[in-house]
């Protein structure tokens, strides 16, 4: 199961002082991503709860590298509008916990990103809205680009080459973005073609990554009636 990444721009509230303390929202509830998911309040509770009684706290990572932490996360709480954290960097032995610092204070480096596994949700199956109820907070990074780095076609196309698979909602970005349907279109197809399809294919819930790169090339020339 891979780490899903989720990103808010212009997050942070406080740049890092001289110590590297700083502070800002890690998540935003309420905020729906290009695959229409929404982080519910109360998400971050079960998570935060472990953690504090394993005794442990999460990381400040650079561009979600897990091998390149650059601080820790000193604070972690709920309130009304999302998770708000208050962190430390490592400025005196991190050398991108400098960097960090000094982009977030010049403003070149605005944003902040979780990287979680999705605990329980539910799904609106009219508005086509899905509620995270539940999630497992791995690191919350700084980064440069606060975009959704799961909705870019190249980075579904790396995850085929790399030979991961993908999901319905990835397969539904490749169709609206690379082969060029409307959202309405690519929604209808992933949500029902791709699913059956996959476990026909695979006799799996997920597609075959080889399989699945094979389909978007033969949709690739196929448009709907008009």
């Given at each position: 199961m891979n780490v899903k990444r989720r990103a808010f721009p212009l997050a942070i509230k406080a740049a890092p002082d001289a110590e590297g303390h700083f502070s800002g929202y890690v998540s935003v509830f309420g905020t729906p991503d290009v695959y229409r998911e929404v982080v519910a309040p109360g998400a971050f509770a079960a998570s935060l709860a472990?953690?504090?009684?394993?005794?442990?706290?999460?990381?400040?990572?650079?561009?979600?590298?897990?091998d390149e932490p650059i601080g820790v996360?000193?604070?972690?709480?709920?309130?009304?509008?999302?998770?708000y954290g208050e962190g430390t960097l490592w400025t005196d032995v991190a050398p991108y916990a400098?960097?960090?610092?000094?982009?977030?204070?010049?403003?070149?480096?605005?944003?902040?990103?979780?990287?979680?596994?999705?605990?329980?949700?539910?799904?609106?199956?009219?508005?086509?809205?899905?509620?995270?109820?539940?999630?497992?907070?791995r690191e919350a990074s700084v980064v440069t680009d606060p975009a959704h780095d799961d909705a870019r076609v190249d980075v579904v196309k790396a995850k085929l080459a790399a030979g991961e698979r993908i999901t319905d909602r990835e397969f539904e970005t490749v169709l609206r973005e690379k082969v060029g349907f409307?959202?309405?279109?690519?929604?209808?197809?992933?949500?029902?073609?791709?699913?059956?399809?996959?476990r026909r294919e695979t006799g799996h819930p997920q597609a075959d990554p080889a399989a699945a790169a094979a389909l978007v090339a033969r949709l690739s020339g196929f448009s709907l009636p008009k």
């Open positions: 472990a953690t504090k009684t394993a005794g442990r706290k999460v990381p400040i990572c650079w561009q979600h590298r897990m996360w000193d604070k972690l709480e709920e309130d009304a509008k999302g998770l400098r960097i960090a610092q000094r982009g977030m204070a010049a403003g070149a480096i605005s944003g902040l990103s979780i990287g979680y596994y999705v605990v329980a949700d539910t799904f609106n199956e009219a508005e086509r809205v899905r509620t995270l109820t539940a999630l497992d907070l409307s959202r309405s279109e690519a929604a209808d197809i992933a949500d029902r073609g791709f699913k059956a399809w996959s």
